[in-house]
């Protein structure tokens, strides 16, 4: 697999994309394609930060811990944004844990380089401070969902959000991997799975989960799920991405 981003690359993430072709062309020889394998831990919350990843494919999460093993997922991050943007604002250590949640592929960028563009480019500039305001509310919403919301409706939601992310209604699991992104038991994952089975909104094979009724399980879903939609949904709308394109044909299209 080619270090740099070369023509075997499909572009999806939706920054890149929405780049004019000078600014485009400016930041293309500072990213690096990279896999994402699942489970890959992108940083442990306190590490140095070097650099930067344009998701491109697949979706990361944001984790909080404590010093006793408890773990919380706070934020996901997909072809949306970036993740450890943050080093724009100066920050030198990653705030949380990231993890691949559905394996792909990013576009890895050195903090410097990240700082640097983002400081001469003026359409990243803005995408970046948007996608960084959209981020924070997701964060924030997290509080008073973890707070507040039930067990089961915080499953939905976060079932829809990995659907969304993986664009398909099916896609690996564990209750291991559940009770670390949801913060709860292994029995309370078991208890909760099987009563959505029941209720028909779920089929689980090993290792699969599918999700069989979106519409009633976006009914059992928190508000924080709405929320967050709405948020990405005008995140969108701004970025105004083109289509998926190969850098090649990005040059060619614009």
């Known amino acids: 697999m080619p270090s740099k981003a070369k023509d075997l690359l499909r572009i999806e993430n939706h920054i890149l994309l929405s780049l004019p072709k000078l600014e485009y062309e400016e930041l293309l020889p500072d990213l690096e394609w990279i896999e994402l394998p699942l489970n890959k831990i992108l940083y442990e919350a306190g590490e140095l930060i070097h650099c930067a990843y344009f998701i491109n494919t697949g979706m990361a999460s944001l ?4 010093s006793e093993g408890g773990s919380v997922e706070i934020g996901v991050i997909g072809n949306e944004g970036i993740l450890e943007m943050q080093v724009i604002m100066g920050a030198k250590r990653a705030s949380y844990r990231s993890i691949v949640q559905i394996p792909g592929q990013a576009l890895k960028i050195s903090r410097d380089a990240l700082t640097h563009h983002f400081h001469t480019q003026r359409v990243l500039h803005d995408q970046l401070l ?84 979106r519409r009633r399980m976006e009914t059992a879903a928190c508000e924080c799920y709405r929320a967050n939609k709405r948020d990405l949904e005008e995140l969108h709308r701004l970025q105004k991405p083109r289509k998926s394109l190969t850098p090649r044909a990005y040059y060619q299209s614009v």
């Open 130 to 213: 948007r996608f960084y305001q959209v981020l924070h509310n997701q964060i924030s919403q997290s509080v008073v969902c973890n707070r507040f919301h039930t067990f089961e409706q915080r499953l939905c939601r976060w079932l829809l959000v990995t659907a969304e992310h993986a664009d398909k209604d099916d896609f690996p699991f564990t209750h291991e991997f559940v009770s670390l992104m949801l913060g709860a038991n292994r029995a309370t994952v078991t208890e909760t799975f099987g009563n959505l089975k029941k209720a028909g909104l779920i089929l689980q094979r090993r290792g699969l989960i599918q999700i069989l009724d």
């Open 63 to 66: 984790i909080a811990a404590n």
